[in-house]
């Protein structure tokens, strides 16, 4: 699969079935954070990749309401970063950007192994502290749920999650993101 396919393939898919986690794919996701760009070459992310059933079964309990879908998670990636861990430019703080691309880099590897790899900032960061032993200083930056896409819809999706299944959620067109050699320049 080339960059451009698994963009393209890359879905929030809600409706999923279980898929076996092994630790190569653990390895192999995280082999791609470690090779992403950072400020500095500063690294600031850290992952947490929940598999074990038991304390999936706990990380239920940290989802807020409409994620219920997520429940049929085979794997949670925690994804953490600390402000202090990353370049700080006057008012630039970087930590958050780079994780993202770290993270981004995962979504789009688990997209090309047929995956399912779906942020949600639906979920209670002091639950998810508690339960998985975070340290007060670090911030729970989202949780990416992983799963395989399944032809079943998921019963608890509401109808505008039911419509997202079956098509990508409009986007803004490209002339209102885009500008031309300065700012307000859409031509
Ligand atoms: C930071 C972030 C938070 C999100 N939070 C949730 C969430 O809590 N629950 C959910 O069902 N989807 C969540 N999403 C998924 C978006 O709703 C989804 O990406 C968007 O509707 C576009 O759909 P697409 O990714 O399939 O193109 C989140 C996505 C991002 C990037």
Not at 87 to 94: G, L, P, T, V
Not at 129 to 157: F, H
Not at 179 to 186: E, M, P, S, T
Request: proline share 4%.
């Amino acid at each position: 699969m080339d960059v451009k396919e698994a963009i393209e393939k890359r879905r929030a898919f809600r409706s999923l079935e279980p898929v076996k986690i092994t630790k190569e794919l653990i390895h192999d996701l995280a082999e791609c954070a470690q090779i992403t760009a950072s400020c500095f070459n500063n690294q600031p992310w850290q992952y947490i990749f929940v598999h074990e059933p038991k304390v999936l079964k706990q990380m239920q309990e940290a989802l807020s309401q409409g994620n219920e879908w997520a429940h049929e998670a085979s794997m949670i990636i925690v994804v953490l970063g600390k402000k202090d861990d990353d370049c700080i430019i006057y008012d630039r703080i970087y930590y958050r950007y780079d994780i993202g691309m770290a993270t981004e880099a995962m979504i789009l590897r688990a997209t090309e192994l047929g995956l399912v790899a779906h942020p949600i900032a639906g979920y209670s960061p002091k639950k998810t502290r508690k339960i998985l032993s975070i340290p007060e200083n670090i911030d729970v930056i989202t949780l990416v749920i992983v799963g395989k896409k399944s032809d079943k819809i998921n019963p608890d999706l509401s109808d505008k999650q039911i419509e997202a299944e079956k098509k990508r959620p409009k986007r803004k067109k490209i002339g209102e993101f885009v500008h031309f050699n300065k700012y307000g320049d859409k031509k």
